[in-house]
């Protein structure tokens, strides 16, 4: 009886627990922001970056604020990027 247990039980050990293959890892933020800042055509004077949700996907959520050359002070663009926390695709841009 003790010698079915023993290649048993290396059965158990040898095969691996969860999915097989890669798992997909998380953007950190600061790639995020690479990945968005692409798509910003004034220079930022600020940028925040916020971990959501759109349409059932978790994207960073990146927001650039700042002013085109040659604009007025109190105009001011507002640019936010929607980047794939996984695949680092842009979902969406929007902008004011």
């Known amino acids: 009886m003790r010698s ?7 059965l158990v050990v040898a095969c691996p627990a969860g999915p097989v293959g890669p798992v997909e890892s998380q953007l950190t ?5 690479e990945i968005a800042r692409q798509e910003v055509s004034f220079q930022p004077e600020s940028v925040e970056a916020v971990l959501s949700e759109s349409k ?3 994207v960073w ?6 002013r ?29």
């Open 68 to 96: 085109l050359s040659g604009q007025p002070p109190g105009l001011f663009e507002t640019m936010i990027v929607e980047v794939d926390a996984y695949s680092g695709d842009v979902v969406s841009i929007s902008r004011t």
């Open 4 to 10: 079915l247990w023993v290649p048993l039980l290396l």
């Open 29 to 33: 933020r600061e790639q995020a922001i």
């Open 56 to 58: 059932g996907r978790p």
């Open 61 to 66: 959520q990146v927001t650039f604020r700042g």
